[in-house]
């Protein structure tokens, strides 16, 4: 799998997900907080840069695995 660049558009701690914008233009992209690798509290901000790959959920169309936060 490639890895992508983008940036956190939104995400809601409460629910426990969001979505990102990737930096290639391409669709915004549904995360989970299970997806989410380094970071102890499995949360996002805003803006924030990350790094994923991307499968197909079968409830969320295309979505972010792997999701490393910088």
């Given amino acids: 799998m490639m890895l ?3 940036l956190v ?3 809601n701690q409460a629910k426990g997900y969001g979505f990102i914008s990737p930096l290639d233009g391409s669709s915004e992209i549904y995360v989970s907080r299970t997806s989410i690798a ?3 509290n499995k949360s996002l901000n805003a803006g924030q840069s990350v790094e994923f790959t991307i499968y197909n959920s079968s409830t969320h169309g295309p979505a972010a695995a ?3 936060a910088y």
């Fill in 38 to 40: 380094n970071t102890r």
């Fill in 66 to 68: 792997d999701v490393i």
């Fill in 9 to 11: 558009k939104w995400f």
């Fill in 4 to 6: 992508k660049m983008g």
